[in-house]
């Protein structure tokens, strides 16, 4: 397990969804560096049953994180297409419309990886192949 606390968060240039509506093609935190303390979180997957009342939580509260110069950015293993149809799903039908902060595509799971955050690991085998050993998903669960 990575330790990164105290170190300088990883590295990524990633597809996202940003104020609602608008998928950007090289969303990356360094835009944040110096200027706002960052909450990068991950959550299992977009459209899943009990995760969007953290998610508009945050929405709810994103003036006060503001205030206080915190950018909040979400991240999930969906594409930026899934995240955009999430993001214009009506709440009362699972959807998360009106969250106008960042949610972060990383299909590849790279960042994932990078943030130490999948259930499982990859392993090597004899040939020195990698496979993945676990479920390739994040370990965070929304409740």
């Avoid at 990164?4 to 990356?28: D, R, T, Y």
């Amino acid at each position: 397990m990575a330790v990164l606390v105290g170190k300088k968060a990883p590295h990524f240039s990633a597809q996202a969804v940003i104020n609602g509506n608008e998928v950007v093609e090289k969303f990356s935190l360094d835009q944040y560096a110096g200027k706002k303390y960052v909450i990068f979180y991950f959550y299992p997957a977009d459209f899943t049953f009990v995760c969007p009342t953290e998610i508009i939580a945050f929405q709810d509260r994103i003036k006060d994180f503001e205030d206080r110069d915190v950018a909040v950015v979400g991240c999930s293993v969906d594409s930026e297409f899934s995240h955009w149809k999430w993001l214009q799903t009506p709440k009362n039908e699972g959807g998360i419309k009106g969250v106008k902060y960042p949610l972060v595509s990383d299909q590849a799971m790279t960042i994932s990886e990078n943030y130490d955050v999948l259930a499982g690991e990859y392993q090597y085998n004899d040939e020195g192949m990698s496979a993945f050993k676990g479920i390739p998903n994040h370990t965070g669960v929304c409740s």
